[in-house]
């Protein structure tokens, strides 16, 4: 019995060991990612958003959410476009992020999650995106960071855009490479589910 007990005692140690390096590895990216970006305290929570369609058919938008580094499931949010009317990503983007703002405005009384908003926004895309975004936040009074996450050929994550238009490369830096990677693999997958399911 006494054994017993000494192993679960060392598995804790080491699930807590594990998830401690993990954490660390995480904000140490975030730490990275502002640094990179030139902001003075690193995003710890950041929402990433994409745009999901076939020829105009079912167009979808999808928000999730990253807390310290880490996938906020319960917070992520799904959007069917509703004053768009065929494949128009600018304008899709434009309005779920006009929404989300305006419920934030809403919800603040309430206390509920979706009442908080994020330190930083990316859009999946480049600078037509980002002006989508900014437009959202003009149209609600409410101005929050915004950068795109640029794909290369192959549809993997390569760069970012910020909100001037500059793009910077990544590839140099493994953490933020993997944390944006992560970020927008998941905002993309997130997207892509919802649409099929309303197919």
């Not at 140690?13 to 140490?28: C, F, M, N, P, V």
């Not at 958003?49 to 949010?77: C, H, L, P, T, W």
């Not at 494949?87 to 999650?113: C, P, Q, W, Y």
């Amino acid at each position: 019995q006494a054994r017993l007990v000494e192993m679960a005692l060392k598995n804790c140690a080491q699930t807590l060991s594990h998830e401690t390096d993990k954490t660390g590895r995480e904000i140490a990216a975030l730490d990275e990612l502002a640094k990179t970006l030139g902001m003075e305290t690193p995003p710890s929570y950041i929402e990433a958003y994409d745009i999901s369609n076939i020829q105009g058919f079912y167009s979808v938008g999808a928000m999730v959410v990253f807390e310290n580094g880490r996938a906020k499931n319960s917070d992520y949010r799904k959007f069917k476009i509703k004053t768009v009317i065929g494949a128009n990503d600018f304008a899709s983007m434009e309005e779920v992020i006009t929404r989300r703002l305006m419920h934030s405005m809403k919800e603040e009384k309430l206390g509920s999650s979706f009442a908080r908003l994020p330190d930083m926004i990316f859009v999946d895309g480049g600078k037509t995106q980002i002006t989508a975004a900014q437009n959202a936040m003009q149209n609600v009074g409410i101005y929050i960071p915004v950068c795109g996450m640029v794909k290369d050929d192959r549809h993997r994550t390569r760069a970012l855009v910020t909100a001037a238009g500059q793009e910077i490369a990544i590839d140099s830096q493994p953490a933020v490479f993997a944390l944006i990677g992560t970020v927008q693999e998941e905002v993309h997958r997130f997207a892509i589910s919802y649409h099929r399911q309303l197919r």
